[in-house]
T-cell receptor, first 111, second 116 residues
Protein backbone atom coordinates (compact mmCIF):
# COMPACT_ATOMS: atom_id res chain seq x y z
CA UNK A 1 0.00 0.00 0.00
CA UNK A 2 1.72 3.15 -1.23
CA UNK A 3 -0.90 5.71 -0.26
CA UNK A 4 -1.96 6.17 -3.88
CA UNK A 5 -5.18 4.51 -5.01
CA UNK A 6 -6.62 4.16 -8.47
CA UNK A 7 -10.08 3.19 -9.64
CA UNK A 8 -11.19 1.26 -11.47
CA UNK A 9 -8.48 -1.40 -11.54
CA UNK A 10 -9.76 -2.79 -14.83
CA UNK A 11 -11.77 -1.10 -17.55
CA UNK A 12 -13.04 -2.33 -20.89
CA UNK A 13 -14.55 0.24 -23.20
CA UNK A 14 -15.60 0.66 -26.78
CA UNK A 15 -14.13 3.29 -29.03
CA UNK A 16 -17.21 5.51 -28.74
CA UNK A 17 -17.47 5.37 -24.95
CA UNK A 18 -16.59 8.10 -22.48
CA UNK A 19 -15.02 6.98 -19.22
CA UNK A 20 -12.83 8.43 -16.49
CA UNK A 21 -9.92 7.07 -14.47
CA UNK A 22 -9.54 8.28 -10.92
CA UNK A 23 -6.46 8.64 -8.76
CA UNK A 24 -6.35 9.67 -5.12
CA UNK A 25 -3.30 10.21 -2.95
CA UNK A 26 -3.34 10.23 0.83
CA UNK A 27 0.23 11.41 1.31
CA UNK A 28 -0.16 15.17 1.35
CA UNK A 29 1.88 15.52 -1.82
CA UNK A 30 1.69 18.57 -4.07
CA UNK A 31 2.29 16.97 -7.47
CA UNK A 32 0.55 14.21 -9.40
CA UNK A 33 1.39 12.39 -12.61
CA UNK A 34 -0.21 10.15 -15.22
CA UNK A 35 1.94 7.52 -16.94
CA UNK A 36 1.09 5.07 -19.70
CA UNK A 37 2.64 1.62 -19.66
CA UNK A 38 2.31 -0.32 -22.90
CA UNK A 39 3.68 -3.77 -23.55
CA UNK A 40 7.37 -3.79 -24.46
CA UNK A 41 7.69 -0.02 -24.23
CA UNK A 42 9.14 2.21 -21.54
CA UNK A 43 6.75 3.97 -19.25
CA UNK A 44 5.61 7.19 -20.88
CA UNK A 45 4.91 10.29 -18.86
CA UNK A 46 1.62 11.82 -20.02
CA UNK A 47 0.80 14.69 -17.68
CA UNK A 48 2.24 16.42 -14.64
CA UNK A 49 0.22 18.55 -12.25
CA UNK A 50 1.96 20.68 -9.67
CA UNK A 51 -0.16 22.57 -7.13
CA UNK A 52 -3.20 21.66 -9.25
CA UNK A 53 -1.82 23.32 -12.36
CA UNK A 54 -0.79 21.34 -15.39
CA UNK A 55 2.92 21.90 -15.85
CA UNK A 56 3.61 19.31 -18.48
CA UNK A 57 1.76 17.67 -21.33
CA UNK A 58 3.91 15.28 -23.33
CA UNK A 59 2.18 15.54 -26.70
CA UNK A 60 -0.71 13.42 -25.56
CA UNK A 61 -3.69 13.18 -27.96
CA UNK A 62 -6.69 15.28 -27.04
CA UNK A 63 -8.80 12.17 -26.53
CA UNK A 64 -7.07 12.05 -23.14
CA UNK A 65 -8.13 14.91 -20.90
CA UNK A 66 -6.71 15.26 -17.38
CA UNK A 67 -8.34 17.07 -14.50
CA UNK A 68 -6.89 17.92 -11.10
CA UNK A 69 -9.62 19.47 -8.92
CA UNK A 70 -7.43 19.50 -5.81
CA UNK A 71 -4.03 18.27 -4.68
CA UNK A 72 -5.36 14.89 -3.62
CA UNK A 73 -7.30 13.91 -6.72
CA UNK A 74 -6.41 13.42 -10.35
CA UNK A 75 -8.67 12.25 -13.15
CA UNK A 76 -8.04 11.11 -16.69
CA UNK A 77 -11.09 11.53 -18.90
CA UNK A 78 -11.19 9.23 -21.90
CA UNK A 79 -13.15 9.84 -25.08
CA UNK A 80 -13.13 8.18 -28.47
CA UNK A 81 -10.11 6.03 -27.73
CA UNK A 82 -8.34 3.73 -30.15
CA UNK A 83 -7.35 0.09 -29.62
CA UNK A 84 -3.70 1.16 -29.40
CA UNK A 85 -4.60 3.12 -26.28
CA UNK A 86 -5.03 -0.17 -24.44
CA UNK A 87 -2.42 -0.12 -21.69
CA UNK A 88 -1.83 0.13 -17.97
CA UNK A 89 -2.32 3.68 -16.78
CA UNK A 90 -0.35 4.53 -13.68
CA UNK A 91 -0.84 7.48 -11.39
CA UNK A 92 1.91 8.78 -9.14
CA UNK A 93 2.38 11.56 -6.62
CA UNK A 94 5.39 13.30 -5.15
CA UNK A 95 6.45 16.04 -2.78
CA UNK A 96 10.19 16.21 -3.22
CA UNK A 97 12.91 15.38 -5.70
CA UNK A 98 11.75 12.59 -7.91
CA UNK A 99 10.49 10.43 -5.09
CA UNK A 100 7.28 9.37 -6.77
CA UNK A 101 4.84 6.98 -5.21
CA UNK A 102 2.80 4.95 -7.67
CA UNK A 103 -0.70 3.60 -7.55
CA UNK A 104 -1.57 0.07 -8.68
CA UNK A 105 -2.72 1.22 -12.10
CA UNK A 106 -5.82 0.83 -14.22
CA UNK A 107 -5.67 -1.85 -16.90
CA UNK A 108 -7.54 -0.36 -19.88
CA UNK A 109 -8.73 -2.38 -22.84
CA UNK A 110 -10.23 -0.57 -25.81
CA UNK A 111 -12.28 -2.76 -28.10
CA UNK B 1 17.79 13.90 -24.64
CA UNK B 2 18.27 11.73 -21.63
CA UNK B 3 17.73 8.02 -22.02
CA UNK B 4 17.85 4.91 -19.90
CA UNK B 5 18.94 1.53 -21.21
CA UNK B 6 18.31 -1.80 -19.59
CA UNK B 7 20.12 -4.24 -21.89
CA UNK B 8 18.53 -7.39 -20.49
CA UNK B 9 14.87 -7.88 -21.32
CA UNK B 10 14.53 -11.14 -19.38
CA UNK B 11 16.77 -12.80 -16.80
CA UNK B 12 16.29 -16.18 -15.14
CA UNK B 13 18.12 -17.13 -11.97
CA UNK B 14 17.83 -19.92 -9.45
CA UNK B 15 16.61 -19.22 -5.97
CA UNK B 16 19.57 -18.42 -3.74
CA UNK B 17 21.76 -17.28 -6.61
CA UNK B 18 23.13 -13.78 -6.88
CA UNK B 19 21.56 -11.22 -9.16
CA UNK B 20 22.74 -8.20 -11.09
CA UNK B 21 20.44 -6.13 -13.29
CA UNK B 22 22.12 -3.63 -15.57
CA UNK B 23 21.18 -0.03 -16.17
CA UNK B 24 22.97 2.60 -18.23
CA UNK B 25 21.92 6.18 -18.71
CA UNK B 26 22.72 8.94 -21.12
CA UNK B 27 22.57 12.39 -19.62
CA UNK B 28 24.79 15.46 -19.54
CA UNK B 29 25.07 15.67 -15.77
CA UNK B 30 24.73 13.14 -13.00
CA UNK B 31 21.00 12.58 -12.74
CA UNK B 32 18.99 11.29 -9.86
CA UNK B 33 18.74 7.53 -10.28
CA UNK B 34 16.11 5.07 -9.17
CA UNK B 35 15.16 1.43 -9.27
CA UNK B 36 11.51 0.42 -9.13
CA UNK B 37 9.96 -3.03 -8.96
CA UNK B 38 6.59 -4.00 -10.39
CA UNK B 39 4.96 -7.25 -9.34
CA UNK B 40 2.26 -8.73 -11.59
CA UNK B 41 -0.90 -6.65 -11.48
CA UNK B 42 0.69 -4.07 -9.21
CA UNK B 43 1.99 -0.54 -9.51
CA UNK B 44 5.60 0.47 -9.12
CA UNK B 45 7.38 0.30 -5.80
CA UNK B 46 10.57 2.23 -5.14
CA UNK B 47 13.47 -0.06 -4.24
CA UNK B 48 16.20 2.53 -3.84
CA UNK B 49 17.47 5.86 -5.11
CA UNK B 50 20.70 7.75 -5.60
CA UNK B 51 20.88 11.53 -5.34
CA UNK B 52 24.49 12.14 -4.24
CA UNK B 53 27.12 10.95 -1.78
CA UNK B 54 28.01 7.32 -1.24
CA UNK B 55 27.86 5.55 -4.58
CA UNK B 56 26.71 2.27 -3.04
CA UNK B 57 23.07 2.60 -2.13
CA UNK B 58 21.12 0.22 0.07
CA UNK B 59 17.45 -0.36 -0.60
CA UNK B 60 14.54 -2.41 0.61
CA UNK B 61 14.21 -6.19 0.34
CA UNK B 62 17.99 -6.69 0.48
CA UNK B 63 18.74 -4.88 -2.79
CA UNK B 64 21.62 -2.53 -3.39
CA UNK B 65 22.85 -0.54 -6.37
CA UNK B 66 26.14 1.04 -7.25
CA UNK B 67 26.50 4.26 -9.17
CA UNK B 68 29.54 4.32 -11.44
CA UNK B 69 30.00 7.71 -13.05
CA UNK B 70 32.74 6.56 -15.42
CA UNK B 71 30.45 3.91 -16.86
CA UNK B 72 27.19 5.89 -16.60
CA UNK B 73 25.76 2.86 -14.88
CA UNK B 74 23.54 2.14 -11.91
CA UNK B 75 23.35 -1.64 -11.64
CA UNK B 76 21.04 -3.35 -9.16
CA UNK B 77 22.31 -6.30 -7.14
CA UNK B 78 21.13 -8.82 -4.62
CA UNK B 79 23.40 -11.49 -3.11
CA UNK B 80 20.73 -14.17 -2.77
CA UNK B 81 17.47 -14.09 -4.71
CA UNK B 82 14.18 -15.27 -3.21
CA UNK B 83 11.26 -16.66 -5.21
CA UNK B 84 9.23 -13.60 -4.21
CA UNK B 85 11.68 -11.37 -6.08
CA UNK B 86 10.21 -12.52 -9.39
CA UNK B 87 8.89 -9.31 -10.94
CA UNK B 88 9.77 -6.66 -13.49
CA UNK B 89 12.45 -4.16 -12.56
CA UNK B 90 12.68 -0.64 -13.93
CA UNK B 91 15.59 1.74 -13.81
CA UNK B 92 14.73 5.44 -14.02
CA UNK B 93 16.43 8.80 -14.12
CA UNK B 94 14.92 12.07 -12.97
CA UNK B 95 14.95 15.42 -14.69
CA UNK B 96 13.76 18.53 -12.89
CA UNK B 97 10.44 19.54 -14.45
CA UNK B 98 10.11 22.70 -12.40
CA UNK B 99 10.26 23.55 -8.73
CA UNK B 100 10.58 20.47 -6.58
CA UNK B 101 8.96 18.19 -9.12
CA UNK B 102 10.89 15.78 -11.23
CA UNK B 103 10.04 13.94 -14.43
CA UNK B 104 11.09 10.33 -14.47
CA UNK B 105 12.39 8.66 -17.61
CA UNK B 106 12.20 4.89 -17.41
CA UNK B 107 14.06 2.05 -19.05
CA UNK B 108 12.07 -0.69 -20.77
CA UNK B 109 12.38 -2.97 -17.79
CA UNK B 110 13.97 -6.33 -17.03
CA UNK B 111 11.72 -9.26 -16.26
CA UNK B 112 13.16 -11.50 -13.55
CA UNK B 113 12.15 -15.16 -13.34
CA UNK B 114 13.27 -17.17 -10.31
CA UNK B 115 13.54 -20.93 -10.61
CA UNK B 116 13.09 -23.07 -7.48
Amino acid sequence: ETGVTQTPRHLVMGMTNKKSLKCEQHLGHNAMYWYKQSAKKPLELMFVYSLEERVENNSVPSRFSPECPNSSHLFLHLHTLQPEDSALYLCASSQDQGRQFFGPGTRLTVL
Amino acid sequence: AQSVTQPDIHITVSEGASLELRCNYSYGATPYLFWYVQSPGQGLQLLLKYFSGDTLVQGIKGFEAEFKRSQSSFNLRKPSVHWSDAAEYFCAVALNSGGSNYKLTFGKGTLLTVNP
